[in-house]
């Protein structure tokens, strides 16, 4: 059974862009470049044909996958989340016990995670400690390098 995934609106929209991209742009160079090599003769000693077609396996996988988490995504309707407690698209203000830095991270679904924006995904270790958390908490969290203790400061939409 596949793995339900929650986005937002905008992180569908992403997805199906990508897929898009893949199958009306990708896929038809592959195909190009297999045909150009195929072209070139011989197609056991053919490095570029070799090439090319693990380039279209790796591609077709990667559109299966994608196809996959969209067939398996659920939008989450923003209106009803509350920020009683951490859950998924709520956005945290966490401070760091041990040296009294503050953060603050929106969790999100895997695929849109992106570090820069300080969007962390649900999966992530911090964010599986983090969530069912009230304001005044403190998390103990098990990371690479030994366990941290965060304290939720604020929890907002």
């Given at each position: 059974m596949a793995k339900v995934s929650y986005v937002t609106e905008q992180g569908l929209e992403k997805l199906k862009k990508e897929l898009e991209q893949l199958e009306t742009v990708e896929r038809p160079k592959i195909s190009q470049q297999i045909a150009e090599a195929r072209d070139k003769g011989d197609l056991s000693e053919n490095a570029e044909y070799d090439a090319a077609k693990e380039a279209q396996g790796m591609l077709e996988m990667?559109?299966?996958k994608l196809k996959d988490t969209i067939a398996n995504s659920r939008v989450l309707d923003q209106s009803k989340l509350n920020t009683s407690s951490v859950q998924i698209l709520n956005?945290?203000?966490?401070?760091n016990k041990?040296?009294?830095a503050i953060m603050e991270y929106t969790i999100v679904s895997e695929s849109e995670a992106n570090l820069k924006e300080r969007k962390i995904s649900v999966n992530t270790p911090i964010a599986k400690g983090l969530l069912g958390k009230k304001v005044g908490d403190v998390a103990e969290i098990e990371v690479p390098n030994g366990k941290?203790?965060?304290?939720v400061i604020e929890i907002s939409l």
């Open positions: 990667k559109i299966s956005k945290v203000k966490i401070k041990k040296n009294n941290m203790e965060f304290e």
